[in-house]
């Protein structure tokens, strides 16, 4: 048995859904799907319902995509009421959630889908978050996310950030001592690791918080799996395998070679484990 793992598949582009129709089979296997499936509700059931039949388990986190309100949306719920209602349909669907029991993938081994979100701590040290969005609008950056992404009932994205964090801790932390995990989150637990090109550094904001930057230690992470980026890389951090497992835009990846070949295997692990602890980008193109 193997676990699997891919992100942002974004089936609104039409070439990405007739190439995620073309995926292997492995009804042994678990597969990861980190956030950024698509936009709205038709595409996650149709994507899901491509996706169960053909794996022995599937586990979902939301991507900043799937929380997205647009006004003409079919389900116009805003913030934790759209959070909830995603979580009702990968429930029916028959896919793990964040709101579901971790489950073992081996004895010893636990798989954690997580939901914290972002507060724009991702920015120059000390920036308020008003502070981190003007930092970012001075190189002409603001993202999607300040008109389609809400934090009903909380009065702010970084409100409902800190609640999501404290839900997640406490789950987290009632974990036995004897297991280790798979620590999984649309956005990277770590600043150093969003790496972005120069003309959209700014973006930083928006890819997380400095608040996980130690949860890989604090439990006891074997592999940490995110998305978001669109940069596929493997790297390691106190020993510790991170793997950015983002597909993206049609023109962030080679449609033509299919889409098995971004379908990253997590578990066991492929990639060698440097002596130092400390290593990568290791790029996966």
């Known amino acids: 048995m193997k676990l699997y793992a891919i992100s942002d598949l974004h089936v609104g582009y039409d070439k990405n859904w007739q190439a995620l129709q073309a995926i292997t089979p492995r009804p042994e296997d678990w597969l990861i799907v980190a956030g950024d499936v698509g936009e709205t509700f038709e595409q996650l059931r149709d994507v899901f319902g491509l996706l169960r039949p053909r794996f022995a388990k599937v586990i979902w986190v939301p991507g900043n995509h799937e929380l997205w309100t647009h006004p003409t949306c079919e389900n116009s719920d805003r913030g934790v009421a759209r959070y909830q209602a995603l979580v009702e349909l990968m429930r029916g669907l028959g896919v793990l959630t964040p ?34 969005r003007a930092w970012a609008r001075q190189a002409g950056i603001v993202s999607m996310d300040e008109r389609l992404l809400h934090p009903d009932p909380h009065p702010t994205l970084s409100a409902w950030c800190k609640a999501r964090l404290a839900h997640t801790r406490e789950r987290l932390d009632a974990l036995p001592d004897d297991v280790d995990t798979v620590l999984i989150h649309h956005w990277p637990l770590r600043q150093d690791l969003v790496r972005l090109p120069e003309k959209v550094e700014r973006f930083s904001p928006w890819c997380g918080t400095r608040e996980t930057e130690d949860w890989h230690l604090r439990y006891r992470a074997r592999v940490v799996v995110n998305g978001h980026l669109h940069m596929r890389a493997t790297d390691w951090r106190d020993h510790v395998r991170f793997e950015e497992v983002a597909i993206g835009y049609p023109r962030h990846w080679h449609v033509d070679r299919g889409i098995d070949r971004y379908v990253r295997q997590i578990v066991p692990g492929t990639a060698t484990r440097p002596a130092t602890g400390e290593g990568g980008p290791e790029w996966h193109r």
């Not at 579901?100 to 997580?114: G, I, K, M, Q, T």
């Not at 939901?115 to 120059?124: A, H, W």
């Open 99 to 132: 709101e579901d029991a971790f489950e073992h993938f081996a004895d010893d081994l636990v798989v954690c889908p997580l939901f914290v979100g972002f507060d724009y701590s991702f920015s120059p040290e000390g920036s308020t978050p008003d502070e981190a």
